[in-house]
């Protein structure tokens, strides 16, 4: 490949990453529409046609690692095990 068509690959993945993001926020825009006229409604399930909407609550339990570190410091190091990978970056 040439530079010239490095710069273009570059500069047409920039144009799709844009397009990407813009789809991403109209697509939160209309999620954040529905979960309005679901709270209006005050419920935690829709139907509208096929679909059914749900906007439900979850509990979850989260290990506090960072609490764990600071008590158990020497413990958190014994079962920490490194991992490698390799990030794709652009910059100009």
Do not use: H, P
Not at 20 to 33: C, G, L
Request: charged share 35%.
């Amino acid at each position: 490949m040439t530079k010239r068509e490095i710069v273009e690959k570059i500069e047409a993945l920039n144009e799709w990453e844009a397009l990407m993001e813009e789809a991403r926020t109209e697509a939160e825009a209309i999620k954040d529409s529905l979960k309005a006229e679901m709270l209006e409604r005050e419920t935690e399930e829709l139907i509208a046609g096929s679909y059914i909407i749900r906007w439900t609550s979850v509990l979850s339990n989260r290990f506090d690692t960072t609490g764990f570190k600071k008590m158990y410091g020497e413990l958190y190091k014994a079962f920490t095990k490194q991992s490698a990978s390799r990030r794709f970056t652009i910059s100009c």
